[in-house]
């Protein structure tokens, strides 16, 4: 038996990789840094609506709502319909709502959180709510913080949109969600319920809106440890690219690995 080099074995797995029929591609760190596009992302783009291919952004930030993601796109020179997009406030939202329908929350989030709250029909409460809230923002401070410990400490439940640590920048790797939460949690000795990735509902919701089997899909991401392992455990191909926040160092660390690990998306248009 003739045992493939590691090029062609590469080689190979690209092409298994092209052959997929749907895609669920993370965006922070695969698609751009902040406000900046990554190479070969517009390639990439061309080639799923040229191959026909089903895709969703499925993202952990919680800022921003799917119609700002499109219109942000939109604004680097990519028209991607709003369809495509799903995030971790959505996810949120969607799961706090099977859990108690009507219910209020104190939000610790940007607008893209508390719309998505709101069109759920979750209220914003800052005396006795049933939720304490926390997703991504730039106006963290100390005094949400102890608003927050106060009403888990009364009773509220703790739930985060995704358990980020930190996600990349255009100034390099900064704080993210699990960072903001971490203070809350050592404070109250309470552990939030994490939503976004590598939680399998939102796994299963993406795979929902594909309308595609798991064993016909593949997980495009920058990290180990929300992304590949998302992918994973639902029983996708999976693809690092090491665009974001993952090395090719730092992935010794996990007992897991991709099925294939690539300098960008710009490699996978033929």
Request: include cysteine; aromatic fraction near 8%; charge should be negative.
């Given at each position: ?44 783009i061309d080639w799923l ?164 089997h798991s064993e016909d ?54």
């Open positions: 038996m003739i045992k493939m080099t590691e090029q062609e074995q590469n080689l190979r797995l690209l092409e298994e990789l092209r052959g997929k029929q749907g895609y669920i591609c993370d965006m922070d760190g695969v698609i751009y840094h902040g406000n900046r596009l990554l190479p070969g992302v517009k390639d990439f609506y040229k191959n026909n291919k089903r895709f969703l952004f499925l993202t952990n930030s919680s800022e921003r709502s799917p119609k700002e993601l499109q219109q942000k796109l939109e604004r680097m020179g990519l028209e991607v319909d709003e369809s495509h997009f799903y995030t971790s406030s959505l996810a949120t939202a969607k799961f706090i709502h099977s859990q108690a329908p009507g219910c209020s929350a104190y939000v610790i989030g940007a607008p893209g959180l508390v719309n998505a709250l709101y069109d759920v029909g979750i209220t914003m409460n800052d005396v006795n709510p049933d939720y304490v809230v926390v997703g991504e923002i730039n106006s963290y401070n100390y005094n949400m913080i102890i608003k927050a410990c106060q009403l888990i400490n009364k009773g509220a439940r703790l739930v985060a949109t995704n358990s980020d640590m930190t996600g990349p920048s255009d100034f390099g790797i900064i704080p993210a969600c699990r960072a903001l939460v971490a203070p809350i949690e050592l404070a109250t000795g309470r552990q939030a319920y994490y939503v976004g990735k590598p939680n399998p509902l939102m796994m299963r919701t993406g795979l929902r809106l594909l309308d595609v899909a593949a997980m495009i991401g920058d990290r180990m440890d929300t992304d590949i392992v998302a992918g994973t455990e639902s029983g996708l191909m999976t693809c690092l690219v090491l665009s974001g926040v993952s090395t090719l160092e730092n992935i010794k660390e996990f007992s897991y690995r991709p099925s294939i690990i690539l300098e960008g998306v710009n490699q996978i248009p033929e």
